[in-house]
């Protein structure tokens, strides 16, 4: 630590830390407008100048780091001139007049200026009035004080040149270079915090200018909307579209997203009700300053309108507005019925993946206490389920350890065995980049990357170049890469002895081999190589991130245990701290910490619709699950629900589950419930209401307390469902539910820091056998259909089925590979059709070299997961489906 | 061990040098290179080799560099077997035959001949030594210049190339260095940082492997010093980076050029290329254990590529852009490895100390600079050229040499701008009592830089220049210091509004401004960017003044503060109508004027006509107040 002195206060800093970040710690205003926390100093603005005793001259604070017995002035006479004058010069290209005017705060919207005709453009007129860091360092600099504006109309100032055309062609961003100050914290922020390089600084001299891509329009860069521009931006050259005009925040409110399991913490800012901008929110330590397209935008996806904001009850083929007393009356009646008539077991639940803790806790809790029947799950909770077990078989715990921030801290060698995490956990794949080419500060040595996956994402390119290896195996064998990894592992007599001293038995990898997973074999040596490295060297971490595909229960259960064997092989007892499973929806592990599965001989969501489909099962609650749009074998789901006696469905939107319910009950959205989530490390965090509930929307705790108190009282069951507020219900989980003794829902600052683990997880490791089916070919003109979770379409678009679910258009249609268009003779924008006997699918297709040659893509929520029609019901198989593709004839 | 393996290269070497002291017939050799090429020489190359060729005369026809005379290019040396070597000057490809039809045989060609540089004097011919512009020089770095063929390594081995480095390897690094530290070598570039200095950084870093960058992005207007280097003694780079390479343990070197400089990258490229063939680059070269691989790199032509953080970030793939320091090059440098950045003429330099002895290289010059310093110059003066000189030199010695007659209407000289944009002007009554070296010209708040000399006489406007200047340091800024890109945006506008009679008096607080905010800059291009307009405003406040208060330009350059005028009669008058772009030139009963609305004051018409046109101040006699400051 060094002690130093700044404007006559002594304080302590990190030797070596940058000044500006330490003078701004320390409560000192010192004026930067490129600098950005944590990344290594631009030094472009060059306004952050301060007095350093014994230095010559004025110093730049963001390049000068901190040393012992430094005195450091920054209020000093020469200071303010000479940063005023740099200022001067930076608001010369800007529409300065405004800025440097001591009037500014008594106009008012609608106002003509007096000062001077030629000002049309103000920042009365400017979306990021109030909130403008170039208007605030204006006035701190008391540049309209002093009426610092030498430059007034010279030749090329702002107001004497004709301004750079903005580019509003997307539907997120805003870019407006007549507002731009050059401070080229956007191309850093692109480049140093997301590994992007969508944004450049183009030409020289008075050309100097920010460019997306080459120099054309956002969307036809490689911008993937992150928005982390946005944040960094000083002025209102980069902006939010929607809502860029309302975005006056009337508070912010600090809470989750919903959009995957990641869990970046993020902040809403609401008006009137609404929340008009999110951005993110260091809590999780693991997002940190960091979300993604679908966190930053997607609580936009649907209008206020489209939520449900009416309970509805069936009245022949039509949904009918009614009382939330009366749709419980009347769901309460029909379920007693049920129970009357056919048992307890005739009754089945679905919580949800997207659902707080909370909801899911009360519906498992009606389930058991007050119906008592054992038929608990949600759509996701097989597949999620078989990794679990694989990861309690393999480690002897489901809830490991394993913390993320250990993959962008420490992690030496990462194995990612997931299809294109980019899309899928974005932020996740931002982190993993942060640990293979570091650019912030403190440097950390960069690590090397193994990717698993027959589809080409983002992430394959950080694999090559920084020394690591993409494998890309024939879809559906990726379990049978990682038994050939594991089986060349165990070849290796270190790791095997270490392995049998661990008391695991390296007989059960072995004999594996690539022969039919279509890896070539010397990448597979070389990705052995690296992990025998990682192997050796103990003291270095070891990271596997393994996210499961959303449907093929069978074949995700097998990588999973095949994931689990490499972990173990590499790292031994620490493979519980090295082995990450990134789970498909974002409450996923809250689902499965609050026991929404089924008990003993209860059925998962598949038996429950086989025994709706058989009879067995008459009566179905349904909490923010939407089965139709997330199980394959849609006919057969829609099919076994409408077999149903009674179906009744508490969300926030009608989807087609809603649709065929008898009774819906509206929930409150998202983000206006208040409650918690359990992210992918079991971090446990806090969702906070920041959303004004439409109509007569209640959170889904009231409505599933009510059920479950009026319900008991029905069938006679001395059940009491007391709670008075969301909070009630977390307070009994932290008693009930274990793993999460430690919080407590009042008064504690935990909520993201702890998680809901087995810290001392060790014990009975163990190898697991896995079996893989040998890859079928392709028949006569078909082609294999790979799903998965796309970046852009949003949750809450798609369950409407809504045109802008995807509002770039990215993702509506299919991924067809080049080299089989040519061979079907499809080009780009061709409607093609995928069938799989009766079922067909209509749509677009898009060209690619990412998907592999025979295999095309849909993305899982393409108008409403219409790609599940393709998929056969979970049927035990690891064998990928096959589709036939045809050219739709025009 | 070295030793030897040198010495098989010397002797190889010696003959064939032989061919050219003592040619078996006459040798004529023509100088290629940038500057001769824009005389012709190429075409005189032709020509003469056509001529041999097909007259089957008893001549050999060779090339070698140039001399520095570039004035008088294309510079055609003939060598007879007698011994004697004979300069002739300005011969074009129309004047071969003539040249050939006196010189073989031996004889000489009297009406061309410009020196006898070599063998007996002949009359009425100035023996080479005897010229004043010859005279003046201490030709040590471009010795060979013009006199071994470039493209020849072994006329360089001949002339003891090469030998430097093996003298070099002898050495202990540590010994070698304090040798070039204790020569006071500085930068040539203009920066002056301690070269020696600067090697033991790279030297104590342990990090492999360490580079080395041979800075040839000579950028500067007015500045060809590196250039009649690179075109006419590769060699002596290569040499130089070697002895680096010996002193610092660097493995790897690029040679950093601009695309604007064709021959020198050829010529460098095929050096680096002979060198490797002969053993003299690559793994343990002579067996001195010294390794050096060197790659010819070609900069896309910015000038802040020539500042050297922006030349690593463009050898880095990066923008070129001028980068934070620290870090410093000697600990990340090029693809984040320790490197060591000089300038061609001080590689050089350290060439010629190895090669000749430190006594010999410190033998002329001043106690704080020893050895030489090679100029180019130009501008208003009629030799317009490239010497070598001691530091020291009066410079009014060395204008006195390139401008050394009144011809005709003479005009006095104005100003003398050395090391071009970022580098200041000085008034020519103070600048010609300066010594050409660094601290004389500093005192005077300005920089002598790489080399380039532009004198300026009376006809041309201090304003006119600043408009150019600030210009060109506004279009080369980087973009990264709004202080800089911001900066010299207004700063240009300032001159420009000054150009077209706007000027206000407060413009000077104004330029005030800006040198107190560009001091505040990344790199050199922005701190020092306001020297040439704070110098004028210095030195030249009087024409300033004229400009801004009377809305006159004194040198009659600032186009909108100007207007031509026919003010006579003759017949060039025709001629002069039809040369005019804008057929500004209207004839009403055979009287001939300028329609004011259509001339570009392109200064064409009175280029043709002197006698028959004025220019005459828009303003002329009428005093404007100065504006009232708002």
Redesign the interface.
């Known amino acids: 630590m060094a002690k130093l002195t700044i404007n006559g206060k002594t304080v302590e800093a990190p030797d070596g830390a940058p000044l500006v970040e330490v003078i701004k710690q320390n409560g000192f205003y010192v004026s930067n407008l490129c600098y950005i926390d944590k990344l290594?100093?631009?030094?472009?603005?060059?306004?952050c100048?301060v007095e350093i005793e014994g230095a010559r001259?004025?110093q730049?604070s963001c390049?000068t780091t901190v040393r012992d017995d430094m005195v450091v002035n920054t209020v000093t006479d020469d200071v303010k001139q000479?940063r005023q004058?740099?200022l001067?010069?930076?608001d010369?290209?800007h529409s300065d007049r405004c800025l440097t005017c001591h009037r500014r705060v008594k106009c008012m919207p609608g106002d003509i200026c007096l000062r001077d005709d030629s000002v049309t453009h103000r920042c009365l007129t400017c979306s990021k009035n109030y909130r403008c860091e170039l208007q605030t360092t204006n006035d701190l600099l008391d540049m309209g004080k002093d009426s610092v504006e030498?430059?007034a109309g010279?030749?090329?100032t702002y107001y004497e040149a004709a301004p750079p055309e903005p580019d509003r062609g997307n539907p997120f961003f805003e870019f407006d270079p007549q507002m731009c100050?050059?401070?080229?914290r956007c191309v850093r922020a692109c480049d140093d915090l997301r590994h992007t390089g969508a944004v450049?600084?183009a030409?020289?001299?008075?050309s100097?200018a920010i460019a997306f891509g080459a120099g054309g329009a956002i969307d036809e860069s490689n911008c993937d909307f992150c928005g982390s521009c946005i944040d960094v931006c000083p002025t209102a050259t980069l902006m939010e579209r929607p809502n860029k005009w309302l975005a006056r925040t009337e508070d912010w409110v600090s809470t989750v997203c919903n959009s995957c399991s990641v869990g970046c913490t993020i902040s809403v800012g609401h008006r009137d009700g609404k929340p008009v901008i999110v951005k993110p929110d260091s809590l999780n330590p693991f997002s940190d300053d960091q979300i993604c397209v679908r966190g930053r935008f997607h609580y936009d996806a649907v209008k206020q309108s489209d939520r449900l904001a009416q309970h509805l009850v069936r009245s022949g083929d039509n949904l009918q507005p009614t009382t939330w007393e009366e749709a419980l009356d009347y769901s309460v009646e029909q379920l007693a019925a049920v129970h009357a008539a056919h048992g307890a077991k005739a009754i089945a639940f679905l919580g949800s993946p997207i659902a707080t803790n909370e909801e899911n806790y009360l519906v498992q809790r009606i389930a058991r206490e007050v119906v008592g029947t054992p038929h608990i799950d949600f759509s996701a909770g097989p597949v999620n389920r078989a990794v679990a077990q694989a990861t309690a078989a393999a480690f002897g715990t489901e809830t490991l350890p394993g913390d993320l921030t250990d993959i962008p801290e420490r992690a030496k060698t990462i194995l990612v065995v997931a299809d294109d995490l980019e899309e899928s956990h974005n932020v996740a794949a931002l982190r993993i980049k942060d640990a293979i080419d570091p650019r912030k500060l403190p440097l950390r040595e960069p690590g090397r990357l193994i990717v698993i996956t027959a589809r080409r994402g983002e992430l394959c390119d950080f694999a090559e170049p920084y020394g690591g290896v993409w494998l890309q195996p024939t879809p559906g064998q990726e379990a049978g890469v990682l038994g050939a990894l594991a089986s060349l592992l165990a070849d290796d007599a270190e790791i095997a002895s270490a392995a049998s001293e661990a008391g695991l038995d390296p007989a059960v990898v072995s004999a594996a081999d690539a022969g039919s997973t279509g890896v070539d074999g010397a990448a597979l040596e070389h990705a052995a190589a690296i992990l025998r490295e990682a192997a050796a060297a103990a003291d270095e971490a070891f990271a596997l991130v393994f996210a499961p595909k959303s449907t093929g229960v069978a074949g995700v259960a097998e990588s999973a245990k095949a994931a689990a064997n490499v972990a173990l092989l590499v790292s031994g007892t620490a493979a519980t701290r090295s082995f990450f499973v990134l789970p498909t929806e974002a409450n996923v592990n809250g689902a499965l910490d609050m026991g929404v599965s089924p008990d003993g001989d209860g059925k998962d969501v598949n038996g429950i619709l086989e025994a709706a489909l058989g009879g067995e099962v008459k009566a179905l609650v349904v909490a923010g699950d939407n089965p139709i749009m997330h199980l394959p074998g849609r006919a057969r789901v829609q099919e076994a629900l409408a077999k149903l006696d009674i179906l009744v469905v508490v969300d926030q939107l009608l989807g087609e589950t809603a649709q065929q319910a008898h009774v819906v009950i509206a929930d409150a959205p998202t983000y206006g419930k208040d409650g918690t989530f359990a992210n992918a490390d079991r971090r446990v965090q806090r969702l906070r209401a920041a959303q004004a509930h439409p109509g007569d929307a209640k959170p889904a705790w009231e409505t599933l307390s009510a059920l479950g108190t009026r319900l008991a009282a029905s069938l006679g069951n001395a059940v009491a469902f007391a709670y008075e507020e969301a909070a009630d219900v977390t307070e009994e989980i932290t008693r009930t539910v274990p793993g999460y003794e430690k919080f407590q829902f009042h008064g504690y600052f935990g909520w993201g820091k702890g998680r809901a683990v087995d810290e001392s997880a060790a014990g009975q490791i163990a190898l697991q056998p896995v079996a893989v089916d040998a890859p079928a070919p392709n028949g006569e003109g078909e082609v294999a259909l790979l799903t998965g979770r796309t970046l852009y379409t949003s949750l809450e678009g798609a369950t409407l089925r809504l045109a802008d679910a995807d509002k770039l258009h990215r993702e509506d249609g299919v991924l067809v590979n080049q080299l089989d268009a040519v061979a079907l003779g499809i080009s780009a924008g061709d409607n093609v059709v995928l069938q799989d006997g009766a079922a067909e699918l209509s749509l677009k297709a898009t060209l690619t070299a990412d998907v592999p040659q025979g295999a095309v893509f849909v993305s899982s929520y393409y108008d409403g997961g219409a790609v599940g029609a393709l998929l056969p019901a979970e049927n035990g198989s690891t064998a990928v489906p096959r589709v036939k593709l045809v050219k739709q004839q025009a | 061990m070295a030793n030897e393996a040198y010495e098989a290269l010397r002797n190889q070497a010696a003959e064939a040098w032989q061919q050219v002291e003592k040619p078996p017939r006459t040798l004529i050799r023509v100088p290629m290179a940038t500057c001769t090429l824009a005389a012709g020489a190429d075409e005189t190359l032709a020509a003469l080799r056509a001529a041999v060729d097909e007259r089957g005369l008893d001549a050999d026809v060779g090339i070698t560099g140039e001399t520095g005379l570039c004035w008088l290019e294309p510079v055609v040396e003939v060598r007879q077997p007698d011994g004697s070597v004979i300069l002739y000057e300005n011969v074009t490809a129309d004047k071969v035959d003539k040249l050939l039809g006196d010189v073989i045989g031996g004889g000489v060609c009297n009406d061309l001949a410009f020196a006898v540089a070599a063998g007996p004097d002949v009359d009425a011919v100035q023996r080479l030594e005897d010229f004043d512009f010859w005279a003046m020089q201490e030709r040590r770095l471009i010795a060979r210049c013009g006199v071994i063929d470039p493209e020849n390594i072994d006329h360089y081995i001949a002339s003891g190339g090469y030998g430097g480095f093996v003298n070099a390897a002898e050495m202990d690094p540590e010994a070698l260095i304090k040798m070039v530290e204790e020569s006071t070598l500085r930068g040539r570039s203009g920066s002056n940082f301690p070269t020696g200095t600067k090697w033991n950084f790279l030297r104590g870093k342990e990090r492999e492997p360490k580079y080395l960058i041979c800075n040839a992005d000579e950028g500067d207007p007015g500045a060809f010093v590196n250039r009649i280097m690179m075109e006419c003694d590769p060699h002596a780079i290569l040499e130089g980076m070697l002895i680096a390479a010996h002193a610092t343990g660097a493995t790897f070197g690029f040679i950093y050029l601009r695309e604007e400089y064709p021959l020198a990258i050829e010529r460098m490229e095929r050096a680096v290329e002979q060198a490797r063939e002969r053993g003299l680059l690559g793994e343990n070269v002579l067996g001195s254990g010294v390794t050096l691989e060197l790659t010819v790199w070609k900069g896309a032509g910015s000038y802040v590529c020539g500042e050297e953080s922006g030349l690593l970030a463009s050898l880095d793939d990066a923008r070129g852009m001028p980068r934070i320091r620290p870090p410093f090059p000697a600990d990340s440098g090029v693809f984040g490895q320790p490197t060591n950045v000089n300038n061609v003429e001080s590689y050089a330099d350290v060439t010629l100390m190895l090669q000749k002895g430190i006594e010999f290289y410190q033998s002329v010059g001043t106690a704080a600079n020893s050895g030489t310093k090679i100029f180019s110059f130009s501008g208003h003066i009629q030799r317009v050229g490239v010497v070598e000189l001691p530091f020291g030199f009066a410079l009014r010695d060395l204008y006195h040499a390139i401008d050394p007659a009144p011809w005709g209407e003479r005009r006095t000289l104005k100003a003398v701008q050395s090391g071009a944009a970022l580098a200041g002007i000085l008034p020519a009554h103070i600048a010609l009592k300066l010594p050409l070296e660094p601290e004389a010209f500093r005192e005077h708040g300005v920089i002598l830089g790489g080399g380039g000399i532009v004198f300026i006489d009376d006809t041309a406007c201090i304003v006119d220049l600043n408009v150019m200047f600030s210009w060109f340091l506004e279009d080369e800024s980087c973009g990264r210091c709004t202080s800089c890109h911001g900066g010299t945006q207004r700063m240009s506008e300032i001159f420009r509004r000054i150009a077209r009679g706007e000027g206000r008096q407060d413009d000077y607080g104004k330029m005030d401004i800006l040198a107190q905010t560009l001091q505040y800059s990344n790199c050199v291009h922005g701190s020092a960017s306001p020297t040439i307009m704070s110098r004028s405003a210095e030195f030249f406040r009087e024409e300033l003044d004229e400009h801004i208060n009377n809305r006159r330009c004194p040198a009659q350059v600032c186009r909108d503060l100007i207007r031509y005028e026919i003010t006579g009669a003759s017949d060039a008058l025709a001629e002069a109508a039809a040369i005019c772009p804008v057929e500004a030139f209207v004839q009403e009963e055979e009287a001939w004027s300028i329609d004011q609305a259509r001339c570009i004051k392109c200064n064409a018409c009175k280029d043709v006509a002197p006698d028959d046109v004025q220019i005459v101040d828009i303003a002329a006699g009428v005093v404007v107040p100065a504006a009232a400051t708002p």
């Open positions: 290594p100093p631009y030094a472009g603005c060059r306004t100048l001259g004025l730049l390049t000479a004058y740099v001067s010069v930076i010369a290209n030498p430059w010279e030749e090329r100050i050059i401070c080229t450049t600084l030409g020289r001299g008075f100097t």
